[in-house]
């Protein structure tokens, strides 16, 4: 497997703005496509923004398989002797999904059902894709959490006893 | 990569469980799963064999309270254990923010401790990731059975290097340093999430 860009140690900072940005983007390309459900998601399955129908919400789950399957498609293609992996398609019964690379650290998944049709949604996601790398270019990535006008206080101090049993 | 999501007020952290093939590290998520909250914690997912060999992932997202105004969100994963599942673990383990090493303490499964500690070593340098900067605490889980080595050599072998970690001996099946080391991983990584370096020396239980 290829060696790629440490991330970790990092920290992504999404800011309120860049989030409105990254809902903007999504928003439209919804429109444009009629998707159901659209969501940026970090390579570790984090979803970073979302939009669209609130039952296909994520709470972490759809967000760390999408990426793990992802992952592993995108390492098999590698595998195989195609460096250029543009994603994947599910195609449901119900529901179809696909997901598509944004850059090495994000992809997008959209979620949408008949009669939406896939060659639709891949033209208008390559445009959304597009718009989401120039707004990604932005986003700052820092080597710790506490950035001026960040999270204050010690934080980790704070955190003494983070988990015990219920 | 961590991640703060300042709209919604929320931190994002990778935790991932790595060791020694049967070592524990289902059985770890599993307790936690069922003695946290459900308030505090979503579904167990597993990717598992019929038999229950972890295939490909275990995922478990939790979170504590609130710091400062900030909801923080651990996802945490296992690996397969295995020697052959190598590339699936280097994949799982992009992008951590931190790693527990799950040992079994057991007298015979010595070899595969420290060939499964040298590929998780392996597995993080080939993603360009520094061990030596990592959040990391090791436990050597198993230690109610009665082959249990003795905690030093298990140090010894796996503990004896510049870097010491913090180390757990628990029983991952009743409970015993689960949440001990999930909280002392979770302390460094926080700690390295604050300050920018690692936590100035080990804790153990």
Known sequence: ?166 | MAVINHDKREVTFKLVYCGTPMGGKTANLSYIHRNMGAERRGELVSLATAQDRTLFFDFLPVHTTSIHGYRTKFMIYTVPGQVGYSATRQMVLRGGDGVVFVADSQLDRMEENLVAWQGMQRNLADNGMAFAELPAVLQCNKRDLPDAAPLPYLEYLLNAGPRRLAVFPACALSGVNVFATLNALAQEVLHRFHYGSASPGPRSA
């Open chain 1, 1 to 166: 497997m290829d060696a790629l860009p440490p991330s970790s140690g990092r920290v992504l900072h999404l800011g309120a703005g860049l989030i409105q940005q990254f809902h903007q983007i999504l928003a439209r390309y919804m429109e444009d496509s009629q998707v159901r459900y659209s969501a940026l998601l970090e390579e570790s399955g984090t979803v970073c923004a979302e939009s669209g129908d609130a039952a296909l919400r994520d709470a972490g789950e759809t967000g760390a398989l999408a990426a793990g399957a992802f992952a592993a498609l995108q390492a098999v293609a590698r595998r195989l002797g195609d460096g250029t992996f543009e994603g994947l398609f599910h195609e449901g019964k119900v529901r179809q999904f696909s997901l598509v690379p944004v850059t090495p650290q994000f992809m997008l998944l959209s979620v949408f059902e008949a009669p939406v049709r896939f060659g639709v949604v891949k033209v208008c996601a390559a445009k959304a894709v597009a718009r989401l790398q120039e707004q990604i270019e932005t986003m700052p990535i820092t080597g710790r959490g506490v950035v001026e006008g960040g999270l204050p206080g010690d934080f980790a101090q704070e955190a003494a006893a983070l988990f015990r049993q219920a």
